[in-house]
T-cell receptor, first 118, second 112 residues
């Protein structure tokens, strides 16, 4: 199947700093990528839909200025957590969609990035 | 609104035991249903899916049947292996934009 790679897999930062997480589609082009956040013992929460060459679409309750998403190429989307605070500590996962023959569009996921803000 | 509920984990079984992980959903309309699996240290992978009522998805010995009457999509496997240890997520989508609504995940631990 298609491969989606995230980097870094672990990051620890001080409160007030910004952190960038990269999501790459390694063997296919992804016009659309999704960013999720997972809290402990809770389900994945969709944060935003990243569209190549245009502004991301954010879900209700997600701060656009806090979580900056850039999808500058067909193989790379980035999520920047700006002025991070301890409550931003979480597991962030990206995914990209590959259309299959029955047009249900399988999602492929990155390994996830665990952010810890001290 | 639309939601997915799956059984809490962890679920601990011995090798070769029968597995059931329950998943029920609430949706307005007719969703597509999915099971994803996350093995330790790896990204999420699609395990199986069903796009309409009474469909059965199957892969790697796992099966799940889309039951509209009970709004369920329980995951089953007849004989689990240690390598099946992972976190399993049930999910649904309502539209072609493919935005998934997720269950909380169930951690499965298989002991030799």
């Amino acid at each position: 199947g298609a491969v989606v790679s995230q980097h870094p897999s672990w990051v620890i930062c001080k409160s007030g700093t910004s952190v960038k997480i990269e999501c790459r589609s390694l063997d296919f082009q992804a016009t659309t990528m999704f960013w999720y956040r997972q809290f402990p013992k809770q389900s994945l929460m969709l944060m935003a839909t990243s569209n190549e060459g245009s502004k991301a679409t954010y879900e209700q309750g997600v701060e656009k200025d806090k979580f900056l998403i850039n999808h500058a190429s067909l193989t790379l989307s980035t999520l920047t957590v700006t002025s991070a605070h301890p409550e931003d500590s979480s597991f962030y996962i990206c995914s990209a969609r590959v259309w299959d023959r029955d047009a249900t569009g399988e999602l492929f996921f990155g390994e996830g990035s665990r952010l810890t803000v001290l | 609104g639309n939601s997915v509920t799956q059984m809490e984990g962890p679920v601990t079984l011995s090798e070769e035991a029968f597995l059931t992980i329950n998943c029920t959903y609430t949706a307005t309309g007719y969703p597509s249903l999915f099971w994803y699996v996350q093995y330790p240290g790896e990204g999420l992978q699609l395990l199986l899916k069903a796009t309409k009522a009474d469909d059965k998805g199957s892969n790697k010995g796992f099966e799940a049947t889309y039951r509209k009457e009970t709004t369920s999509f329980h995951l089953e496997k007849g004989s689990v292996q240690v390598s099946d240890s992972a976190v399993y997520f049930c999910a649904l989508t309502m539209d072609s934009n493919y935005q998934l609504i997720w269950g909380a995940g169930t951690k499965l631990i298989i002991k030799p």
